[in-house]
């Protein structure tokens, strides 16, 4: 899998999603699927960490699978904080461009950035 699914700390309540270079939008609902299951088992609030320093560029068709992944579902009522490390300018636009299109389903579940994994962690331990 182009995406690895793993805790971040022993008392597991950050979950780690690290991207790797050759990523698909398959392996994206894999790997969202997989951290849902752990969200829910988890019993108590889970910071989610996504890591896309190793991912190299987006695939195809951004605006609509990211769209289509937002249109799902709501957040997990133990989903706490999302942050992405590693988002250039360019994903950050998109972001922006996705939050005007789906703003309700944003609101719920918006997304922190972060350039490092320990920003990240500050980010978390702020809210």
Do not use: C
């Amino acid at each position: 899998m182009s995406i690895a699914v793993n805790w971040g700390d022993p008392d597991r309540t950050t979950l780690q999603l690290t991207f790797e270079r050759g990523w698909t939008w398959e392996n994206l609902k894999q790997a969202i699927a997989q951290a849902d299951m752990l969200i829910e088992a988890a019993g108590h609030t889970v910071h989610l960490i996504i890591d896309l320093r190793g991912g190299g560029g987006v695939p195809r068709d951004f605006l609509t699978a990211a769209g289509d992944l937002f249109a799902q579902g709501e957040a997990r009522p133990n989903e706490g904080t999302r942050v992405i490390v590693g988002a250039g300018v360019l994903l950050r636009g998109a972001y922006r461009s996705l939050q005007a299109l789906y703003g309700t389903q944003l609101a719920e579940r918006p997304f922190l950035f972060a350039a490092s994994p320990d920003e990240a962690q500050q980010l978390i331990a702020a809210r």
